[in-house]
């Protein structure tokens, strides 16, 4: 790299749900094998966020949803060779994603999944990527005994769970609260999960560590430790809630943190907000960051009309002009994100992400 004139002295961690993978796989992974598997999905994410942002409880954190789900996917019947069919059959490269080649070739590049393993085997086998690239959540169901009685008990919890719906935090003049029938909500799925909790089973998961919120922002730092890249060297590209404390990391040392279609927690944590049905934009994006840094992506931005972007010089100008190309009437939206425009970036990125799923 050095002969090429590159120099290790940035990185890249990205998210593979809704930037690599164009959906979320671990609910349409729910709703393969469960009734009603994806509302149900959507109930327990919003119940950790709630717990772990909104409330700053010790209740529950990001990612730990992806724990419980383990004894009712197993109860339906779940198993390694059947959910490994599942994402393999179902893989949906976000279009662009290939830039994730051109990324890796510039600088140290991580991807961090919350989804099971058997996701992040079939993205690497779709994109011909090494696994060493990617943390994911480690599970094997085919390695856990459930007694007939809990799987019963398993898919009571099932029935109770999809009689509720999605947990919401509504605003006022800046105040965020829960209306009554939301606190109920939280009553219920608390009575539920710690049910779910004490099932045998869960004592065989041990430590088991969902690839949650917390898990992301330790593998940013172990990333930092292990190339010596400073934080305000470092791109990560998010779009979720289990993205935002590593995102928050980044944006506060004035790194790029890149929210692409994020949810609202993930544009919270960034510092540039994406809208794009193209991965592509992000690669051009974190191309002039490893050149020119923070300041320079800001400039970018701030050129970003095409006929100034067609006269301007770029890092890499092939990857300009392919993305020139592959939106040739309306750019992509590519906002950044300040504590004045933050609740308008919000509307408009889930927006985007509504229409795109």
Same mark, same amino acid.
């Given at each position: 790299m050095e002969e090429l004139g590159f120099s290790e002295d940035k990185q890249t961690i990205c998210t593979a749900s809704g930037f690599l993978d164009s959906k979320d796989p671990?609910?349409?992974?729910?709703?393969?094998?469960?009734?009603?598997?994806?509302?149900?999905?959507? +109930?327990?994410?919003?119940?950790?966020?709630?717990?772990?942002?909104?409330?700053?409880?010790?209740?529950?954190?990001?990612?730990?949803?992806?724990?419980t789900l383990v004894p009712l996917l197993k109860a339906s019947g779940a198993t390694d060779s059947s959910v490994q069919e599942y994402f393999m059959n179902n893989m949906r490269l976000m279009p662009?994603?290939?830039?994730?080649?051109?990324?890796?070739?510039?600088?140290?590049?991580?991807? +961090?999944?919350?989804?099971?393993?058997?996701h992040a085997a079939a993205l690497c086998d779709a994109m011909n990527l090494s696994p060493d690239v990617i943390r994911c959540t480690e599970i094997s169901f085919d390695g856990l005994d459930m007694s007939e009685s809990e799987k019963r008990r398993a898919r009571e919890s099932i029935v109770e769970?999809?009689?509720?719906? +999605?947990?919401?935090?509504s605003s006022d003049k800046g105040a965020r609260y829960l209306d009554n029938k939301d606190e109920t909500i939280l009553i219920d799925l608390e009575d539920i999960t710690l049910t779910v909790d004490d099932f045998d089973l869960m004592y065989?998961?041990?430590?088991?560590?969902?690839?949650?919120?917390?898990?992301?922002?330790?593998?940013?730092?172990?990333?930092?430790?292990?190339?010596? +890249?400073?934080l305000d060297r470092t791109a990560y590209v998010g779009s979720n809630s289990s993205d935002f404390p590593a995102m928050d990391i980044v944006r506060d040392n004035e790194g790029l943190a890149m929210s692409f279609n994020g949810d609202e927690y993930a544009v919270r944590g960034s510092n540039v907000a994406v809208m794009s049905s193209n991965s592509i934009v992000a690669a051009v994006l974190i191309s002039e960051f490893y050149s020119n840094g923070l300041e320079g992506v800001f400039s970018l931005i701030g050129a970003w009309d095409r006929g100034k972007l067609t006269e301007r010089e770029h890092p890499d100008r092939h990857l300009m002009n392919t993305m020139l190309k592959t939106f040739p009437s309306k750019l992509p939206d590519v906002v950044i994100v300040n504590d004045d425009n933050m609740s308008d970036v919000i509307k408009e990125s889930e927006r985007f992400r509504r229409k795109s799923v």
């Open positions: 671990m609910k349409g992974m729910c709703d393969r094998f469960i009734r009603n598997g994806g509302k149900m999905y959507d +109930v327990l994410m919003a119940y950790d966020n709630i717990q772990s942002f909104e409330l700053n409880t010790d209740i529950r954190k990001s990612g730990d949803s992806l724990r662009g994603c290939d830039a994730m080649h051109h990324l890796n070739r510039m600088m140290s590049t991580l991807i +961090v999944s919350e989804s099971y393993e058997h769970l999809s009689k509720l719906n +999605v947990p919401k935090v065989q998961l041990g430590e088991m560590k969902p690839m949650g919120g917390n898990e992301k922002a330790f593998a940013l730092m172990d990333l930092r430790r292990r190339t010596e +890249v400073d």
